[in-house]
């Protein structure tokens, strides 16, 4: 008997190391199938301007749209948002130009390929490509203004990449994931780590937002729900550990993951934007924003 245990013992491990690469060989390439939910029904856009910018393979949907800030004259700045992943730059722009209230900026908001009007497949390489070149076609039409980019949820690992690799003023990053770890941490216990493993090790290095909130030098506002039951608080910390420029936060017990910015919360995302348009050097910050409920739902998820 002891003479066979040792041959049972390296059966088990093979026939485990035998199911790990079967498990390894079908989820291979399936991470953006099951980390995406793209959508292209057309929407309403409420009053936005659509603009397509040719990205690095195919054309890239923007919707812009002003701050009533602007109310008929040049915008001073301009804000990029990255939406959440099941959401729609269609949404995405009207919250953001409502977020930044009376301070002049243009908004662009930026649907993924294979999300709304984008061509291509939805993808999580093709994110960082797409996110990169809708900047550099905003910052042609900015010039010496200051840029901003924003994102919610997964948007913000495309925030960090273009902070990372473009000079940009600031950052404002709602809920931010570090998706490896994620991925790894919460999802992988359920599987043995048998489908989360190889699923995150499909995440491109450029939405490693650990790797580049540490190259980051604008300052960044983070707003961070406390409730948050999709990337749980404890994942928001590590982003906000990583990044390596000056920093406020913006906490809102009670929050969850989809969740506007609060009215408890809104005095102090008020005076952190402010914070953001001084170190900018926009001009003089905006008067204080009274919270307005917003109308419909945006999916930030």
Not at 119 to 143: E, Q, T
Not at 146 to 167: K, W
Not at 262 to 273: D, Y
Request: hydrophobic share 45%; charged share 20%.
């Amino acid at each position: 008997m002891k003479t066979r245990r040792p041959r049972r013992f390296g059966r088990t491990i093979l026939r485990a190391a035998l199911i790990y690469c079967v498990v390894a060989l079908v989820l291979a390439g399936c991470a953006s199938k099951l980390i995406l939910h793209p959508t292209r029904e057309a929407i309403p856009a409420n009053g936005a301007t659509r603009l397509q910018v040719l990205g690095p393979v195919e054309t890239i949907e923007i919707w812009t749209m002003h701050s009533r800030g602007v109310r008929g004259r040049e915008p001073r700045a301009f804000v990029i948002e990255f939406i959440g992943n099941a959401a729609r730059a269609e949404w995405g722009v009207e919250d953001v130009s409502a977020d930044w209230g009376d301070r002049p900026v243009e908004v662009w908001a930026v649907n993924y390929p294979g999300y709304g009007g984008s061509a291509g497949s939805a993808s999580l390489k093709s994110i960082a490509p797409a996110a990169l070149a809708a900047y550099d076609a905003m910052k042609k039409k900015a010039g010496d203004r200051p840029t901003f980019v924003s994102g919610h949820s997964i948007g913000t690992t495309a925030a960090l990449c273009v902070a990372a690799h473009r000079p940009v003023s600031g950052l404002v990053l709602y809920n931010p994931p570090p998706l490896r770890k994620l991925i790894m941490g919460r999802f992988g216990w359920w599987n043995l780590w048998l489908a989360a493993i190889p699923v995150s090790l499909q995440v491109p290095g450029e939405l490693d937002s650990l790797a580049n909130g540490r190259k980051c030098s604008a300052p960044a506002v983070f707003v961070l729900g406390e409730a948050d039951e999709v990337v749980p608080p404890r994942y928001h910390q590590m982003v906000v550990d990583a990044y390596a420029g000056p920093k406020q936060l913006v906490r809102m017990p009670g929050a969850t993951h989809n969740d506007p910015v609060s009215p408890e919360a809104l005095p102090r995302f008020e005076a952190e934007l402010d914070w953001l348009w001084k170190e900018a050097g926009a001009g003089e910050p905006a008067t204080e924003r009274k919270w307005e409920p917003r109308m419909g739902t945006n999916a930030h998820e």
